[in-house]
């Protein structure tokens, strides 16, 4: 029987294990010696079924973790002089230490706020109009972070109108993409729908979060930015020797649909908990749960209580409160075992 205080794992989608498929994949990879470096043919067969999915020629590259990813394809996106708009809690902003800068050799990421973790194309414009002088970090890529650091989606309307500001002003449009996969579940769109086809560049596709041990894609609908990109992953650290090992669970996740299905589960889990959140007088939800994250204000001594009854969550990412997250392996089960623990620490 499990204690009182064994760790009860919500904090993040990260402490989440492999899906079966994802493992199946890699022990086929593993049955077998194939090239290195990415010259074998599960990374080829990866790379392909992007395209597929996609419906887009894009380049395609793996890389080990979502900074590298985000970096490396920032640093592609402009120069060292050139600045990025992102907002005020993006995930490049927050909890990079410093990556998307080091990596582009001193680019500036330039902040704008928005509600529910929102760029907005005013916003932008704000930035891109406030001075105009050499002295100043030419503003050249906007990112936008899809689902949001606070679980909210861009919409197709709200992506297409931040493409048209990109367009007066000559920037390039960047998505961070570490939970791409349940905002396509949240829209109900399509990958090209949220993607090439309304304007962006380069896209940074988590499958941490949705499923895998490790492992991110890098695709470039505009396969000119793509140019030397894998001497970029090279000098990074970040072409691995045996990147079939990166490569070929990624087959596990895009064949059948599981990205889409492990995503559809972690969505209806945050679900489920959001509605039982709003049956306790004491706790207030903060956004609307459009994903697979739930924010939520409890009482400082409830946080505390539910801590020590071993339940892991984060209170500093967002805009403050307690942030639950679902993964492709939640339970309702252990969702009302924390339900019936908020309550308690809210009768309390």
Not at 224 to 247: H, N, T, V, W
Request: some cysteine; aromatic content about 10%; glycine content about 8%.
């Amino acid at each position: 029987m499990t204690s009182a205080c064994t760790p009860r794992f919500l904090a993040s989608d990260n402490t989440s294990g492999m899906c079966p498929e994802a493992m199946e994949m890699l022990q086929q990879a593993n049955d077998a010696d194939d090239l290195a470096y990415g010259n074998d043919r599960w990374t080829a067969r990866a790379a392909d079924r992007f395209r597929e999915m996609f419906d887009y020629d894009c380049e395609v590259f793996f890389v080990f973790n979502g900074t590298a990813a985000n970096s490396l394809a920032l640093s592609a996106m402009g120069r060292s002089y050139h600045s990025v708009i992102c907002h005020e809690l993006a995930h490049i902003e927050t909890d990079e230490c410093g990556g998307p800068e080091f990596f582009s050799n001193g680019a500036k990421l330039l902040t704008s706020a928005g509600a529910d973790g929102k760029l907005t194309p005013e916003g932008i414009e704000a930035l891109v109009t406030k001075r105009s002088d050499i002295h100043y970090p030419k503003p050249k890529v906007i990112s936008l972070t899809q689902a949001t650091e606070v679980g909210t989606l861009y919409t197709r309307e709200e992506l297409l109108a931040i493409r048209a500001m990109a367009d007066k002003y000559d920037l390039r449009l960047h998505m961070d993409g570490a939970r791409f996969a349940n905002a396509c579940v949240g829209l109900n769109a399509s990958p090209a729908e949220l993607t090439w086809q309304v304007g962006i560049d380069a896209l940074c596709f988590s499958g941490t979060k949705n499923g895998l041990a490790f492992g991110e894609a890098i695709l470039f609908f505009n396969r000119d930015l793509a140019e030397d990109f894998a001497y970029r992953c090279k000098q990074a650290g970040q072409l691995a020797s045996k990147m079939r090992f990166i490569a070929a669970p990624w087959l596990g996740l895009l064949e059948n649909d599981v990205w889409w299905h492990n995503a559809a589960h972690a969505n209806a889990m945050a679900r489920y908990l959001a509605d039982g959140l709003a049956d306790l007088p004491g706790a207030s939800l903060m956004f609307p749960v459009e994903a697979n994250s739930v924010f939520v204000e409890l009482p400082p001594s409830a946080i505390e209580a539910l801590k020590a009854k071993g339940w892991t969550f984060y209170t500093f990412i967002g805009a403050g409160g307690a942030r639950f997250v679902c993964a492709w392996n939640t339970s309702t089960a252990l969702l009302d075992q924390l339900l019936s623990d908020i309550r308690a620490t809210l009768n309390a």
